[in-house]
């Protein structure tokens, strides 16, 4: 699959946000080696630390479903942003620990704006269980 049909995924995902506080929706979806992709999209919540973003749920359903760090190829994520949309701290964090490190992270945006990262560029001072 190349990044261009995950990044269509993750638009087609978007489509199945609950974003109505904030009119943000954000799609995901996450590649595995089986070829098998998982996707997500923000649900939000009147009381804001309650919503769940796309990126973690594409991630949480391929857990879910057992798979594992191992299995994750790619990550795509697209929002309605001027540029390439960017995941959140929380998910950065959430990354740095349940998807591989050097593995390619799609930010896309509806205009067909495409940056490729990955998690060790999006968080390098990632706080890990090594810390505690």
Do not use: W
Not at 33 to 59: F, H, Q
């Amino acid at each position: 699959m190349t990044k261009e049909e995950l990044v269509a995924l993750a638009i087609e995902a978007r489509e199945r946000s609950y974003s109505p506080y904030s009119h943000f929706a954000v799609g995901a979806a996450l590649l595995c080696r089986d070829g098998s992709v998982y996707i997500g999209a923000n649900i939000e919540n009147a009381s804001y630390p309650l919503c769940m973003c796309a990126e973690r749920t594409a991630l949480y359903n391929a857990l879910l479903d057992g798979k594992a760090q191992e299995d994750f190829l790619a990550l795509a994520v697209v929002a309605d942003t001027e540029g390439p949309t960017s995941p959140c701290g929380a998910c950065r964090q959430v990354l740095s620990e349940l998807f591989p490190p050097e593995a390619p992270i799609y930010m896309a945006n509806l205009s067909g704006a495409l940056q490729e990262t990955c998690v060790h560029e999006l968080l390098p001072f990632a706080f890990d269980g090594e810390d505690l």
